[in-house]
Protein backbone atom coordinates (compact mmCIF):
# COMPACT_ATOMS: atom_id res chain seq x y z
CA UNK A 1 0.00 0.00 0.00
CA UNK A 2 1.08 3.23 -0.01
CA UNK A 3 3.62 4.88 2.33
CA UNK A 4 4.13 8.65 3.05
CA UNK A 5 7.17 9.80 4.10
CA UNK A 6 7.43 13.70 5.45
CA UNK A 7 10.37 15.76 6.65
CA UNK A 8 11.85 17.58 8.58
CA UNK A 9 9.27 16.75 11.73
CA UNK A 10 10.22 20.06 12.69
CA UNK A 11 10.93 23.15 11.67
CA UNK A 12 12.38 26.65 13.28
CA UNK A 13 12.31 30.14 11.04
CA UNK A 14 12.50 33.53 11.51
CA UNK A 15 9.53 35.67 10.61
CA UNK A 16 9.97 36.45 6.94
CA UNK A 17 12.05 33.60 5.81
CA UNK A 18 10.67 30.69 3.20
CA UNK A 19 9.51 27.57 4.90
CA UNK A 20 9.49 23.94 2.88
CA UNK A 21 8.00 20.65 3.80
CA UNK A 22 9.17 17.58 1.91
CA UNK A 23 7.16 14.55 1.54
CA UNK A 24 7.75 11.13 -0.97
CA UNK A 25 5.08 8.89 -1.26
CA UNK A 26 5.36 5.39 -2.68
CA UNK A 27 2.54 4.35 -4.81
CA UNK A 28 3.21 5.51 -8.57
CA UNK A 29 -0.90 5.40 -9.26
CA UNK A 30 -1.01 8.16 -6.62
CA UNK A 31 -2.17 11.04 -8.27
CA UNK A 32 -4.01 13.72 -5.84
CA UNK A 33 -2.11 15.52 -3.50
CA UNK A 34 -3.00 17.69 -0.80
CA UNK A 35 -1.59 20.05 2.13
CA UNK A 36 -3.24 20.41 5.66
CA UNK A 37 -2.47 23.19 8.82
CA UNK A 38 -3.39 21.82 11.76
CA UNK A 39 -3.69 24.72 14.52
CA UNK A 40 -3.44 23.33 18.53
CA UNK A 41 -7.01 22.06 19.11
CA UNK A 42 -8.39 22.19 15.63
CA UNK A 43 -9.25 19.67 13.14
CA UNK A 44 -6.76 19.87 9.83
CA UNK A 45 -7.59 22.30 7.63
CA UNK A 46 -7.02 22.16 4.42
CA UNK A 47 -4.72 24.94 2.63
CA UNK A 48 -3.49 24.03 -0.74
CA UNK A 49 -3.45 20.64 -3.25
CA UNK A 50 -2.24 19.58 -6.49
CA UNK A 51 -2.92 16.82 -8.91
CA UNK A 52 -1.32 14.76 -11.46
CA UNK A 53 -1.29 16.50 -14.14
CA UNK A 54 0.27 19.94 -12.72
CA UNK A 55 3.99 20.66 -12.01
CA UNK A 56 3.19 23.40 -9.65
CA UNK A 57 0.50 25.42 -8.22
CA UNK A 58 0.89 28.84 -6.15
CA UNK A 59 -1.99 30.52 -3.56
CA UNK A 60 -0.53 33.75 -2.77
CA UNK A 61 2.57 32.68 0.42
CA UNK A 62 2.11 29.44 0.11
CA UNK A 63 3.22 27.02 -3.16
CA UNK A 64 3.18 23.12 -3.93
CA UNK A 65 5.33 21.62 -6.40
CA UNK A 66 4.78 17.89 -7.65
CA UNK A 67 7.83 15.19 -9.25
CA UNK A 68 6.00 12.41 -10.48
CA UNK A 69 8.94 10.98 -11.91
CA UNK A 70 10.76 11.30 -8.35
CA UNK A 71 7.42 10.64 -6.28
CA UNK A 72 8.06 13.59 -4.31
CA UNK A 73 6.42 16.66 -3.61
CA UNK A 74 7.07 19.69 -1.66
CA UNK A 75 5.50 22.80 0.30
CA UNK A 76 7.17 25.99 0.30
CA UNK A 77 5.43 29.36 2.56
CA UNK A 78 7.30 32.53 1.77
CA UNK A 79 7.01 35.86 3.94
CA UNK A 80 6.47 33.04 6.97
CA UNK A 81 4.65 35.13 9.66
CA UNK A 82 3.99 34.09 13.40
CA UNK A 83 0.24 32.84 12.29
CA UNK A 84 1.98 30.00 10.17
CA UNK A 85 3.26 28.24 13.42
CA UNK A 86 1.04 25.27 13.30
CA UNK A 87 1.59 21.20 12.58
CA UNK A 88 1.47 20.92 8.51
CA UNK A 89 0.56 17.09 6.86
CA UNK A 90 0.86 16.17 3.50
CA UNK A 91 -0.66 12.76 2.10
CA UNK A 92 -1.50 11.30 -0.58
CA UNK A 93 -4.52 9.53 -2.60
CA UNK A 94 -5.35 7.56 -5.87
CA UNK A 95 -8.67 9.07 -5.95
CA UNK A 96 -8.86 12.66 -7.64
CA UNK A 97 -11.52 13.17 -5.10
CA UNK A 98 -9.43 12.64 -1.79
CA UNK A 99 -10.67 9.78 -0.52
CA UNK A 100 -9.17 6.93 1.34
CA UNK A 101 -5.84 9.78 2.00
CA UNK A 102 -2.77 8.28 3.38
CA UNK A 103 -1.06 10.91 5.83
CA UNK A 104 2.55 12.04 6.74
CA UNK A 105 3.95 12.13 10.43
CA UNK A 106 3.47 15.99 9.95
CA UNK A 107 6.03 19.06 10.45
CA UNK A 108 5.83 21.24 13.52
CA UNK A 109 6.83 25.07 11.96
CA UNK A 110 7.47 27.79 14.27
CA UNK A 111 8.13 31.20 13.27
CA UNK A 112 8.98 33.23 15.88
CA UNK A 113 9.23 37.10 15.40
CA UNK B 1 -16.02 23.87 1.36
CA UNK B 2 -18.63 21.79 3.79
CA UNK B 3 -19.03 23.05 7.78
CA UNK B 4 -18.74 20.12 9.84
CA UNK B 5 -19.87 19.66 13.56
CA UNK B 6 -18.90 17.47 16.01
CA UNK B 7 -20.77 16.74 19.30
CA UNK B 8 -19.07 16.27 21.89
CA UNK B 9 -15.47 18.25 21.37
CA UNK B 10 -14.26 16.60 24.19
CA UNK B 11 -14.61 13.73 27.08
CA UNK B 12 -13.28 12.25 29.81
CA UNK B 13 -14.73 8.44 29.70
CA UNK B 14 -14.07 5.97 32.15
CA UNK B 15 -12.33 1.96 30.82
CA UNK B 16 -15.03 -0.06 29.64
CA UNK B 17 -17.62 2.07 28.59
CA UNK B 18 -18.52 3.56 25.28
CA UNK B 19 -18.62 7.14 23.55
CA UNK B 20 -20.81 8.02 20.50
CA UNK B 21 -19.38 10.74 18.69
CA UNK B 22 -21.48 12.84 16.09
CA UNK B 23 -20.73 14.29 13.01
CA UNK B 24 -22.94 17.15 11.05
CA UNK B 25 -22.31 18.37 7.85
CA UNK B 26 -24.03 21.75 6.60
CA UNK B 27 -24.78 20.06 3.11
CA UNK B 28 -25.45 16.16 1.61
CA UNK B 29 -22.49 14.52 1.10
CA UNK B 30 -21.39 11.31 -1.07
CA UNK B 31 -18.44 10.25 1.21
CA UNK B 32 -18.20 11.01 5.03
CA UNK B 33 -14.84 9.08 6.92
CA UNK B 34 -13.82 8.64 10.41
CA UNK B 35 -9.93 9.15 11.11
CA UNK B 36 -7.98 8.55 14.62
CA UNK B 37 -5.28 11.28 15.11
CA UNK B 38 -3.27 9.67 18.29
CA UNK B 39 -1.24 12.17 20.47
CA UNK B 40 1.13 13.88 18.77
CA UNK B 41 0.93 11.49 15.91
CA UNK B 42 -0.96 11.57 12.41
CA UNK B 43 -4.10 10.68 10.97
CA UNK B 44 -5.38 6.99 10.39
CA UNK B 45 -8.18 6.25 8.71
CA UNK B 46 -10.57 4.15 10.62
CA UNK B 47 -13.88 3.55 8.14
CA UNK B 48 -15.45 5.01 5.37
CA UNK B 49 -19.32 5.61 6.69
CA UNK B 50 -21.72 4.45 3.76
CA UNK B 51 -25.33 5.89 3.34
CA UNK B 52 -27.68 3.45 3.71
CA UNK B 53 -25.01 0.29 3.96
CA UNK B 54 -22.74 -1.11 6.67
CA UNK B 55 -19.29 0.81 7.17
CA UNK B 56 -16.14 0.23 5.56
CA UNK B 57 -13.56 -0.44 8.03
CA UNK B 58 -9.28 -0.23 7.26
CA UNK B 59 -6.96 -2.81 8.44
CA UNK B 60 -6.81 -2.83 12.26
CA UNK B 61 -9.95 -1.59 12.99
CA UNK B 62 -13.35 -3.95 13.45
CA UNK B 63 -16.65 -3.07 13.70
CA UNK B 64 -16.98 -4.56 17.27
CA UNK B 65 -14.99 -1.66 18.41
CA UNK B 66 -16.07 1.43 15.93
CA UNK B 67 -19.55 0.73 15.05
CA UNK B 68 -21.01 3.32 13.01
CA UNK B 69 -24.21 4.32 11.74
CA UNK B 70 -25.24 6.54 8.50
CA UNK B 71 -28.76 7.64 8.49
CA UNK B 72 -29.14 9.98 5.92
CA UNK B 73 -26.31 11.99 3.96
CA UNK B 74 -25.56 14.78 6.54
CA UNK B 75 -25.12 12.80 9.49
CA UNK B 76 -23.10 10.04 11.29
CA UNK B 77 -21.65 8.49 14.43
CA UNK B 78 -18.65 6.73 15.62
CA UNK B 79 -19.49 4.61 18.65
CA UNK B 80 -16.13 3.74 20.76
CA UNK B 81 -16.83 0.52 22.69
CA UNK B 82 -15.25 -1.14 25.73
CA UNK B 83 -12.84 1.83 25.95
CA UNK B 84 -9.23 1.69 27.51
CA UNK B 85 -6.88 3.95 27.88
CA UNK B 86 -5.36 2.98 24.53
CA UNK B 87 -8.59 4.79 22.64
CA UNK B 88 -7.51 8.06 23.87
CA UNK B 89 -7.10 10.05 20.93
CA UNK B 90 -8.79 12.66 18.65
CA UNK B 91 -11.16 11.32 16.60
CA UNK B 92 -12.01 13.49 13.42
CA UNK B 93 -15.02 13.20 10.82
CA UNK B 94 -14.20 14.03 7.26
CA UNK B 95 -16.25 14.61 4.14
CA UNK B 96 -15.60 15.18 0.48
CA UNK B 97 -16.69 17.99 -1.35
CA UNK B 98 -15.81 19.53 -5.17
CA UNK B 99 -12.96 17.17 -5.02
CA UNK B 100 -11.51 18.09 -1.89
CA UNK B 101 -11.46 16.27 1.57
CA UNK B 102 -12.81 18.98 4.54
CA UNK B 103 -12.36 17.33 8.49
CA UNK B 104 -14.18 18.54 11.47
CA UNK B 105 -13.05 20.11 14.26
CA UNK B 106 -12.56 16.55 15.95
CA UNK B 107 -13.78 15.12 19.43
CA UNK B 108 -10.74 14.89 21.70
CA UNK B 109 -11.40 11.31 23.82
CA UNK B 110 -9.82 10.92 27.22
CA UNK B 111 -10.11 7.37 28.70
CA UNK B 112 -9.37 7.03 32.09
Known amino acids: GENVEQHPSTLSVQEGDSAVIKCTYSDSASNYFPWYKQELGKGPQLIID?????GEKKDQRIAVTLNKTAKHFSLHITETQPEDSAVYFCAASRNQAGTALIFGKGTTLSVSS | SAVISQKPSRDICQRGTSLTIQCQVDSQVTMMFWYRQQPGQSLTLIAT?????????ESGFVIDKFPISRPNLTFSTLTVSNMSPEDSSIYLCSVVGGGEQYFGPGTRLTVT
Open chain 1, 50 to 54: IRSNV
Open chain 2, 49 to 57: ANQGSEATY
